[in-house]
């Protein structure tokens, strides 16, 4: 069935510094690929998605690449500020169905 | 963008009383709702998918006659968590999909934190 591994955390960066947070997947189709966003106390917000191979999203200095060869949507950042500190989660959704598979989050915590 | 509220976000009950959780979306119609439980520092676990008009389906493991879905019109659908007990406080999160943006993105609420005493 079709699921979501995501980088463990939680993880702590210097303000300014670089971010990776790994996210693999496995699908049995062509899904949509997604990073959601919780800050403390609050729901989700979606980050970005792509809906296609090769496709990257991106917002907010955020960005994503749809990589079906490694079955990978790795999220990356080139420098974090303290406002980024957040959950972030990868999912999936088949493009056929409403079924949405999540990672388990990765906790970032962001210091001056 | 897509803007889904829930109310309340905030609620306190007595073990063994009845609370209800509105999910509403603002600014477009969903056809499909999601209600999604939330324990601390893990990820979302789907209970259910609401349909408007018709029955909700329940993922397995889900209660459903513990967790009472309607969705009266295509801008809500409430869970009700029936006879609370404290092993039901968790942060409810619920979602809809605008089936005319395109592809994939569910909006999220912004949650209900319950907590039951």
């Known amino acids: 069935g079709d699921s979501v591994t995501q980088m463990e955390g939680p993880v702590t960066l210097s303000e300014e510094a670089f971010l990776t947070i790994n996210c693999t997947y496995t699908a049995t189709g062509y899904p949509s690929l997604f990073w959601y966003v919780q800050y403390p106390g609050e729901g989700l917000q979606l980050l970005l998605k792509a809906t296609k191979a090769d496709d990257k999203g991106s917002n907010k200095g955020f960005e994503a690449t749809y990589r079906k060869e490694t079955t990978s949507f790795h999220l990356e950042k080139g420098s974090v500020q303290v406002s980024d500190s957040a959950v972030y989660f990868c999912?999936?959704?088949?493009?056929?169905?409403?079924?949405?598979?999540f990672g388990t989050g990765t906790s970032l915590t962001v210091i001056p | 963008g897509a803007v889904v509220s829930q109310h309340p976000s905030w609620v306190i009950c007595k073990s063994g009383t009845s609370v209800k959780i509105e999910c509403r979306s603002l600014?477009?119609?969903?056809?499909?709702m999601f209600w999604y439980r939330q324990f601390p520092k893990q990820s979302l676990m789907l209970m259910a998918t609401s349909n408007e008009g018709s029955k909700a389906t329940y993922e397995q493991g889900v209660e459903k006659d513990k967790f009472l879905i309607n969705h009266a019109s295509l801008t809500l659908s409430t869970l009700t968590v029936t006879s609370a007990h404290p092993e039901d406080s968790s942060f409810y999160i619920c979602?809809?999909?605008?089936?005319?943006?395109?592809?994939?993105?569910?909006?999220f609420g912004p949650g209900t934190r319950l907590l039951v005493l």
């Open positions: 600014d477009f119609q969903a056809t499909t």
């Open positions: 999912a999936l959704s088949e493009n056929t169905g409403n079924q949405f598979y």
């Open positions: 979602s809809a999909r605008d089936h005319t943006g395109g592809l994939g993105a569910q909006y």
